[in-house]
């Protein structure tokens, strides 16, 4: 069995989904959520579903004496980032090598890298005239939204639709399948 951990930095709604989504599978637990923000919800939410939480500052998350001892307390084998908003420093990609992964709201390579998360990424692809926007699960390297493709999803958007619509349209598609990609992700390791 695989012991997960989920970096978060808000609301925690793919949080929430991957815990309940695993809570009864064999191939894995969420052993804990961590977040650079005491006051995220996905705290609450992992808390409710009786995860263990723990807050880091960027300080203490970029040093390798607290969280590398954090994540092998907890047995923690797989790192998943759903919504995590700090740059990963390079001793945990090479603690976790192919051993964590990201879920990009947008079709990557397209509308990645610094700056690109979150509402930024859909007015982007808005004002980009986009036909076409999905979510992108790839796997985390040093370069920001740069590593390997695992899979991704589409969804048609419509000239009328708002940031807000795109928004709507591609969490729907988070909802439906990064719990999926993360279990099979994990069958392959």
């Known amino acids: 069995m695989h012991h997960l ?7 925690g709604s793919n949080c929430e989904n991957i815990i309940r989504y695993f809570a009864d599978k064999k191939s894995a ?5 961590v977040s650079n923000r005491a006051d995220a919800f996905a705290l609450v939410r ?7 939480t723990t807050v880091v500052n960027r300080q203490e998350f970029n ?6 001892p954090l994540l ?3 047995d923690v084998d797989f790192i998943v980032l759903a919504g995590f908003l700090l740059f990963i420093p390079d001793y945990m990609i090479e603690a976790y090598p192919h051993r964590m992964i990201n879920l ?26 986009e036909s076409e926007t999905g979510m ?19 969804t ?6 708002t940031a807000d619509d795109i928004a709507a349209k591609e969490h729907q598609l988070e909802m439906k399948y990064f719990p999926e990609v993360i279990e099979k992700t994990l069958e392959r390791l």
């Open 5 to 11: 951990a989920i970096f978060v930095s808000g609301n």
């Open 29 to 33: 637990d969420v052993r804990l959520v």
């Open 46 to 52: 992992a808390q409710r579903l009786g995860v263990e």
């Open 63 to 68: 040093a390798p004496n607290v969280m590398l």
């Open 72 to 74: 092998q307390r907890h």
């Open 104 to 129: 990009h709201p947008a079709l990557l390579p397209k509308f990645g890298g610094k700056g690109m998360w979150g509402h930024h990424v859909h007015e982007a692809v808005k004002a980009a005239g």
């Open 136 to 154: 992108t699960v790839h796997w985390v390297s040093k370069e920001i939204d740069g590593g390997e493709i695992i899979a991704q999803f589409r």
């Open 156 to 161: 048609p958007i419509l000239p009328s639709d």
